[in-house]
């Protein structure tokens, strides 16, 4: 008799029918019509969807605790005059622990099961991440300019190796690193952590090509638009992933096919902020690796990966003027399976060999009703609340609405309290 | 002791604290922090926040049995390809009564409790409403070619008469002439249609300039914009309600500004079908009055208020790069108060004396945590699991998320019995 871990029984795989999934050691183990075999955990999913979760690939999770702060404000002063402010007062191992459990709640609740994430005392997120069972790409903002991490790139990149020591090795965590933006470090501090990257074989995640006042002031300082100024010294390779790539000209596009780099693409927050309108159908076409991601609650207003996905659909369809720019499977791809390739991890689709990273939906509500598309009805139809549970490395998250590993209550009492000591720094 | 029917405790008013509301007859007709008096029904809403219900200006609900066919193509394939050739075989008063109540279904479930509707066998639609409690302006499209309606356009003309009559001094329902469109209708349609509607005093409700192939043959028909056209044969006044109108000059928005024509935005159908991104911020800062639809759940593909709400206040950021071109509570109005003042119902505001159209939110859920600022987060940030309670006309539709007035799970039961006769037809 075969064991396994978790047995998924009669959900529904779009085009495949009904299928029993098991699931052993965090990993989809057999798909069959009937999954003969004992398991420590059975859920019956007849009626429900099987769909993969989602990778969101440029967060700053604990930034939830300042939530719809400085909205209708374009990037450098919401940045300026509202967020970094509260940052230099707040930011603290207690606000990112909060902070992060607050996004991991709303991050479990719309299907996501790994985040790319970039902030203050990741150590702290770590742990957090490691005990309520959800993956993450965890690395500090790398600048030339001081904060609560560092004095100098030269600490930065000191305090980066020990804390990737601390982290290599983990279960769901895996260190990144982290430089901020071409605006925000040299040359050589971009240098010094791509070498980093190099030297323990990891992932460098960057802000690259956001708005338009960006991409001038680049220019300006190095007679290079942001791309190709990267492409310049040398920085960019197939570890590189860069978040947002709103402004890139063909000839930037054609560098980052060759040199293998990835692109986050975060629409709503591009929106919100006035950034623009990334060129993603290009990158597409051109066979870049392009992923999905919300950005930080502070500037989306949420971490809700489906409504991300959704907005990406159908965005770039009206841009562009052209029903077929992005179409559902392919905007499901960014906001899954092409996550995860670039985060290294064999997830994103419900196949023998593939991590158990599963969502299952409820299809007895009006967005599911008539059942047509499945995939479309995700894309275009669906909101989180069909979600009806959440599996990450074969781990139950979530069943029935109900979270599994964290008490969302005390999490929302500890927001309530972050939200009196920043609400009286506001006015 | 004051009497009333419905009683709400402690509802949080954005910028006004708790409140308890008295309804009677339909109407708020007391707010205060302390409400003594009898009521039949009393809900306590402590904890919870109290916002308008939205106003849905722009649909086609019975063809939510339609959801999603045809995704990612363009608007004329979609139409020419998919949906007539569907509707011409299915649509049924069977149809209409099952595609209406899954639609119904949806809009509550997002706080809609008005929505303007043009379609085929509005009478059984009348029905629906006033049984389950929603407010809907009805009325069928009038075309120069022939449907399930009418032959000429002269029969449409004799058919939508009877249903004025029919349907006229209802509680909830109220008729409106509905030519289709420009491009399907000849100038003396739209002139016929017009004089019914200034007889009986009703709104007229036509799509105009929704794509720009629309404009180019209207231009080759008529040597004039849409716009233009139908100012020119003296179609345009107050009582005209124009869906999409993604393609106008400044002298069209001139006229529209002019003549006192009202504007249902679509965002999301205009994104999905490529149609393009509406003009909106201009069309505010020239005082026309903007409402939001979502058009039917066939190019959408959801009838989710609260989604297009946050897509039309997102979308024009970016697409303007203007982190000002519609602020959060810009938005909010087209998508409440700007909708019901079109559709001359006192409506879209908590305050006494008007109707009691009102949706409660659940504020421990992760979207309305921290709470900063309710109506940036009901913009950006919530999803419609939040909205645990719709009052209509000072009715309980929903509480707890639990429909009071349909049966759901009977509506899911036909939606698929549907499904199984139009998949039939599909492949």
Chains 1, 2 share one sequence.
Not at 50 to 58: G, L
Not at 83 to 112: C, Q, Y
Not at 136 to 153: H, M, Q, R, Y
Not at 233 to 249: E, P, Q, R, S, Y
Request: negative net charge; glycine residues 8%; charged residues 30%.
């Amino acid at each position: 008799m075969e064991k396994f871990d978790l047995l998924i029984r009669g959900a529904t795989l779009p085009g495949r029918g009904e299928r029993d999934i098991g699931i052993r050691d965090g990993k989809i183990v057999k798909i069959a019509e009937r999954v003969e075999g004992e398991a420590k955990e059975v859920i019956n999913a007849k009626g429900k969807l099987a769909f993969p979760t989602f990778a969101n690939m440029h967060t700053h999770i604990s930034m939830t605790l300042l939530r719809g702060l400085g909205a209708d404000l374009p990037l450098m002063d919401w940045l300026q005059k509202v967020i970094w402010r509260l940052e230099e007062r707040f930011v603290s191992p207690e606000f990112v622990r909060d902070g992060a459990l607050l996004g991991i709640v709303e991050a479990i609740r719309s299907g996501t099961t790994l985040f790319m994430d970039m902030y203050f005392f990741e150590e702290v997120l770590a742990e957090v991440c490691e005990s309520v069972g959800i993956r993450a790409g965890l690395g500090f903002g790398i600048l030339d300019f001081p904060t609560k991490v560092a004095k100098s790139p030269e600490e930065y990149i000191k305090r980066a190796r020990e804390f990737i020591q601390k982290v290599k090795g983990s279960k769901l965590v895996f260190p990144v690193v982290c430089p901020h933006a071409p605006y925000t470090c040299s040359p050589k501090t971009l240098l010094m952590a791509k070498e980093l990257a190099l030297e323990h074989d990891l992932l460098l995640h960057i802000h690259v090509a956001e708005t338009r006042a960006e991409v001038e002031k680049i220019k300006e300082q190095y007679g290079k638009t942001p791309v190709l100024h990267l492409e310049s010294i040398g920085f960019l390779g197939d570890n590189v992933l860069c978040a947002h790539m709103v402004w890139t000209t063909e000839e930037e596009r054609e560098v980052i096919r060759e040199r293998g780099v990835k692109v986050a693409h975060c629409p709503e927050s591009n929106l919100k902020l006035a950034s623009g309108i990334a060129p993603v159908p290009d990158y597409v076409r051109r066979g870049i690796t392009v992923c999905l991601g919300t950005d930080g609650a502070a500037s989306n207003d949420n971490l809700n990966m489906l409504e991300e996905l959704s907005t990406c659909a159908k965005l770039h369809k009206g841009a562009n003027l052209d029903a077929r720019a992005i179409d559902a499977k392919t905007a499901l791809d960014i906001a899954t399976v092409n996550g995860f390739k670039t985060a290294r991890i064999k997830a994103g689709k419900i196949e023998e060999g593939y991590e158990a990273d599963i969502m299952l939906l409820d299809t007895n509500r009006p967005e599911f009703q008539p059942l047509y598309d499945p995939v479309a009805q995700l894309v275009y139809s669906a909101s989180s609340e069909s979600i009806d549970t959440v599996v990450c490395a074969g781990r139950v998250l979530m069943e029935k609405r109900e979270l599994k590993t964290i008490d969302e209550k005390e999490v929302y009492a500890k927001a309530k309290l972050w939200r009196e000591k920043i609400s009286s720094a506001l006015y």
